[in-house]
Nanobody, 126 residues
Framework: QVQLVESGGGSVQAGGSLKLSCLAS????????LAWFRQDPGMRREGVAV????????DYADSVEGRFTISQDNDKNTFDLQMNSLKPEDSGLYFC???????????????????WGQGTQVTVSS
């Protein structure tokens, strides 16, 4: 059974840091596209960062480039999102996701991802 479980969300002041982790099970995740998406209430999920395959390539939303880092640990079956210099606009419900293929349009098409976690809330106060 495929399962993704996020952890690490919380509240922090602007300028602070948080690290989100996603524990994957039930599939050969090291060869898949692994991503983080953010969703605000009533809004579409938007891509934040992606890593594929086996950690060789990464891509980030322009809004987080240079502040966020995505990484994966194949031994632990986890992939993380280190978020530094957080801003209030980074707040939202963060989801980890996995897909067997990679598309250049990954950030705009969350529906292409096959597997999703339950989401973890990040709140950044000014």
């Amino acid at each position: 059974q495929v399962q993704l479980v996020e952890s690490g969300g919380g509240s922090v002041q602007a300028g602070g840091s948080l690290k989100l982790s996603c524990l994957a099970s039930g599939f050969a995740y090291s060869s898949m596209s692994l991503a983080w998406f953010r969703q605000d209430p009533g809004m579409r999920r938007e891509g934040v960062a992606v890593i594929w395959p086996a950690g060789r390539y990464t891509d980030y939303a322009d809004s987080v480039e240079g502040r966020f880092t995505i990484s994966q640990d194949n031994d632990k079956n986890t992939f993380d999102l280190q978020m530094n210099s957080l801003k209030p606009e980074d707040s939202g419900l963060y989801f980890c996701a996995a897909d067997r293929s990679f598309r250049n349009t990954w950030a705009q098409h969350p529906e292409d991802f096959d597997y999703w976690g339950q989401g973890t809330q990040v709140t950044v106060s000014s």
